[in-house]
């Protein structure tokens, strides 16, 4: 290199860099909206609502089979031939439902939405309001048992139920005893139970006449405090039976809840009796029973109609507290027919069968 020759390094060129670009408005926009469908979606979908879905449930002809099994069979007594369907209707409950399903059900016109809490008390569990439906529907069987042989003159006898724990009659009386007489009186029904121990107070001691087995036995026991009455406490539950030397079995699963009692007696008398009490027709309808025959008030008689005309009655039984509500809602071509005492029914069904017209709602 020449002396006095200057030398220049070249650097390389720069190519001019575009600024850098965020996320514009608009697409911050569809995210964040994305974003919100997508969680209410979640919580639509998974979120359970504090409310119950109620809907119209199955139906069951009281007087044919469920799964090869006759709904009310009677052994050791002469029955009649039975035509036609006496139809007991029931109410759908489904619980533990998301938003979406809740809505869905809704929209459809079929189903109503009811706060959880009336059907479930706080702390209660789906299984022990299960156990509470399966014996309220067990009791409705025996009550309408003992209505329907009571209504056709059988007679009837007082057993022991549930005992109290602890209780004078622990330990002394068991479930199904027949009770002959209390504290001096005779017992003919469960009335007269309660009205035997009237003028007691607790700390008297009292004589029971039971009968276990074919063995009459007497106990004098002493009679205990309850909060609830200030006489004294034997602590069982009587309960009227028919005394009868046949059996009826009523086979039905998976059903709760004690508003079939009438249709369950309804079939009875007309298995117990000549003729077809409807006529060799459709007739459905609900209530609940008790052993003299009394037929009270129940819940969804809404759902209850329409399951009914579904399935192709014409005729349907309502307990007489139910009337107004009934009429506001019942199907085109349903009639209602007022019911208050099994009696009323039987006799409303002759009538209709007759030609003849019966009490309506």
């Keep these: 290199m020449s002396e006095g020759t200057d030398t220049v390094v070249e650097q390389p060129t720069k190519r001019p860099t575009r600024p850098r670009r965020g996320l514009t408005r608009r697409t911050w926009t569809l995210v964040i909206s994305l974003t919100v469908v997508l969680v209410l979606g979640l919580l639509g979908g998974f979120a359970r609502v504090p409310y119950v879905a109620l809907g119209p449930g199955p139906t069951y002809n009281t007087l044919g089979q469920v799964n090869g099994t006759d709904v009310v069979h ?32 809704w929209v459809t016109g079929r189903y109503a939405l009811a706060p959880r809490e009336e059907f479930f008390r706080p702390g209660e569990s789906e299984q022990q309001v299960r156990d509470q439906n399966v014996k309220a529907f067990q009791d409705s069987q025996t009550s309408a048992e003992v209505a329907a042989l009571r209504y056709l003159s059988y007679p009837v006898k007082v057993v022991a139920g549930d005992i109290t724990r602890g209780s004078a009659a622990d330990n002394v009386l068991q479930p199904d005893d027949r009770l002959v007489a209390v504290n001096g009186k005779e017992v003919a029904g469960f009335e007269d139970v309660r009205a035997a121990l009237e003028n007691t107070k607790p700390g008297d001691r009292v004589e029971i006449t039971f009968q276990r087995q074919s063995a009459r036995q007497t106990a004098t026991v002493t009679l205990g405090a309850s909060e609830d009455r ?69 819940g969804g008689i809404n759902f209850k109609m329409v399951a009914a005309r579904e399935g192709g009655a014409t005729t349907f039984l309502v307990p007489a507290g139910n009337c107004d509500e009934a009429k506001q809602h019942a199907p085109e071509g349903l009639r209602l027919v007022k019911v208050e005492k099994l009696a009323d029914a039987v006799e409303s069904l002759k009538a209709i069968n007759a030609g003849k017209d019966a009490p309506h709602c």
Excluded: C, H, W, Y
């Design 74 to 105: 009677i052994e050791g007594q002469e029955t009649f031939p039975t035509n036609g369907a006496l139809t007991m209707t029931t109410v759908s409950l489904t619980d533990d439902i998301s938003l979406f399903g809740a809505l869905g059900l």
């Design 230 to 298: 200030t006489s004294g406490f034997l602590g069982i539950r009587p309960v009227d039976r028919a005394d009868v030397p046949f059996d009826i079995k009523i086979s039905l699963s998976d059903v709760g809840g004690p508003s079939a009692g009438l249709l369950f007696a309804l079939s009875i008398v007309d298995k117990l009796t000549p003729g077809e009490l409807n006529g060799g027709q459709s007739v459905a309808g609900t209530g609940e029973i008790n052993d003299k025959g009394e037929v009270g008030r129940i």
